[in-house]
């Protein structure tokens, strides 16, 4: 069974190909995990090889939403490690999600900023962000690195997926500007996810593993297309990442009219087609065999396992005996 196999992922040695992908609770307490949340954690990662924790912003001008936890300051450290402690006592191994929602911010009263002074889904409108306010933001993302190595985590995932920032500049839709930073080629769309990276393995060295979640098709018109998918990973495997989670872009983790296990599959393919590094796929499995599959048709190398192991903790555990 492939679902059981061990693989080294950069300084990683996963003893499966089972993870368990972000997904945001809202339970922090002033940005910090809990007790509550650290048991939510904890009961998932029996079984599990891998957890990617909820995003996390790196500056309270980057919060998503009420409840979502921070690695924006040092305070936050000593309740992380709690949690990365919890994690690696059932065997399984942990990264921090780091992120900044971009124009998709909201409840942090401050004003929302974006690539461009375009309206996102919720209809607010960015401050369009400035050369010294990008460079603010990448060195933001290597602080918040940092903090997650000294809290135990084993790596950090950038997010650049889901709508907020760093998929902002990624699709035609969020981005019109005309600069460097354009999309008028791919080299310019994946720019900031090259300096957020780079500058991210500059703080914490090689021996911590960084990966980046891929907002890889918008499912809009006018949007970021499945054909694109190629020439994008051959940009960021140079930014110097060790894994590649792929999903969807400014539509969210959905995909219109698809719930079947694997509904994102054809993005993983894509991606495997010219990819030189692992692969992480997540959408709609709910079984071992489900799983398998995708697996064995080479859709990727790791298996997101979302909504199934958030309503049973133990899903891990069950699908690796069955």
Sequence with gaps: MKLKESVQIGNLNLRNRVVM???A???????????DLVEYYRARAKGTALIIVEHEYILPQGMAHKGQLSMADDSVIPAFKVLTDAVHGEGAKIIAQINHAGAKASD??????????VAFQNGTIPEELKHDQIKEIIRAFADAAVRAKKAGF???EVHAAHGYLLNQFYSPLMNKRED????????NRTRLHKEVVQAVRTAVGDNFTVAIRFGACDFLEGGSEI???PEAIKHLE???VDLIDVTAGMMGFMRPGHTEPGYLKDLGLAAKSVANLPIILTGGVQTAQDAEKLLREEACDLIGVGR?????AEWAVKALEA
């Design 308 to 312: 199934a192991i958030l309503k049973d």
């Design 21 to 23: 992908p972000p997904m």
């Design 180 to 187: 460097e930073y354009s999309t008028k080629t791919m080299e």
């Design 238 to 240: 140079q930014t110097g």
């Design 25 to 35: 609770t809202g339970k922090a307490k002033d940005g910090k995990p809990g007790d």
């Design 227 to 229: 054909r694109d998918i």
């Design 108 to 117: 942090s009263g401050m004003t929302a900023v974006g690539p461009s002074a």
């Design 154 to 156: 084993d790596g950090v």
